[in-house]
């Protein structure tokens, strides 16, 4: 099983699954495609219909969407208990990954992800209600679903993927959030899993500048 990803140090979709693969103990080889190269996109076509990252390649089977690639990987590895076990916690789990999948526009826009810098900006105030709403979500989810451990359905689970580059976004912008929130924020920046993708994105030569 192959995950073809873009540059660590900045594909935010790319880090999703290969958290959640990586965090899992989930075998699997990685292919990184330098997104700047001349002619990426033309080889990101070559692997997927949309030229886009990440893709998951089992076989003769190409997933080239994020969300595919998690309900994908949840039933090829039930083991791994990438949703929640409950169906109220998994149905609240799906609709958060599904949020920050569509939504979060002006945040996005705004707060590329870049693990090699460290800024502070002027939250405008359409990028603080993105930021608003995803503190009330953390929140709700820990509060309704979180007693089984730190995250945000107690295990790690899916959404603790798809939200993990957003935490890399404020603390590249210096974005204040409640204590609560950083702390689930400090808590998915500090996983090994985590450590090891960011080590080798900042060593990477490649510049989007």
Same mark, same amino acid.
């Given at each position: 099983?192959?995950?073809?990803?873009? #540059?660590?140090?900045?594909?935010?979709?790319?880090?999703?699954?290969?958290?959640?693969?990586?965090?899992?103990?989930? $075998?699997?080889?990685?292919?990184?495609? #330098?997104?700047?190269?001349?002619?990426?996109?033309?080889?990101?076509?070559?692997?997927?219909?949309?030229?886009?990252?990440?893709?998951?390649?089992?076989?003769?089977?190409?997933?080239?969407?994020? +969300?595919?690639?998690?309900?994908?990987?949840?039933?090829? =590895?039930?083991?791994?208990?990438?949703?929640?076990? *409950?169906?109220?916690?998994?149905?609240?789990?799906?609709?958060?990954?599904?949020?920050?999948?569509?939504?979060?526009? $002006?945040?996005?826009?705004?707060? #590329?992800?870049?693990?090699? %810098?460290?800024?502070?900006?002027?939250?405008?105030? *359409?990028?603080?209600? *993105?930021?608003?709403?995803?503190?009330?979500?953390?929140?709700?989810?820990?509060?309704?679903?979180? %007693?089984?451990?730190?995250?945000?359905?107690? !295990?790690?689970?899916?959404?603790?993927?798809?939200?993990?580059?957003?935490?890399?976004?404020?603390?590249? =912008?210096?974005?204040?959030?409640? !204590?609560?929130?950083?702390? =689930?924020?400090?808590? +998915?920046?500090?996983?090994?899993?985590?450590?090891?993708?960011? /080590? /080798?994105?900042?060593?990477?030569?490649?510049? *989007? %500048?």
């Amino acid at each position: 099983m192959q995950l073809i990803i873009g #540059n660590k140090k900045y594909s935010s979709w790319s880090l999703r699954p290969w958290l959640a693969l990586t965090h899992a103990g989930i $075998p699997f080889e990685e292919r990184l495609i #330098n997104l700047y190269d001349a002619g990426s996109r033309e080889l990101r076509l070559t692997i997927t219909p949309t030229g886009k990252v990440p893709a998951l390649v089992d076989g003769d089977l190409v997933i080239w969407e994020t +969300l595919a690639i998690a309900e994908y990987l949840a039933e090829k =590895y039930p083991q791994a208990q990438l949703w929640p076990a *409950d169906a109220k916690a998994r149905a609240v789990a799906r609709a958060a990954c599904a949020e920050m999948h569509a939504g979060f526009v $002006p945040l996005r826009s705004l707060c #590329n992800m870049d693990l090699s %810098q460290r800024k502070q900006i002027e939250v405008p105030a *359409d990028v603080q209600a *993105d930021v608003d709403r995803i503190v009330a979500l953390w929140a709700d989810c820990r509060a309704r679903f979180g %007693q089984g451990g730190p995250f945000l359905f107690g !295990a790690f689970s899916w959404a603790d993927a798809f939200f993990a580059p957003v935490a890399t976004r404020f603390r590249t =912008y210096g974005i204040a959030l409640p !204590a609560d929130a950083q702390a =689930y924020a400090d808590l +998915l920046l500090g996983l090994p899993a985590f450590k090891a993708w960011e /080590a /080798a994105g900042l060593a990477e030569p490649w510049s *989007d %500048q």
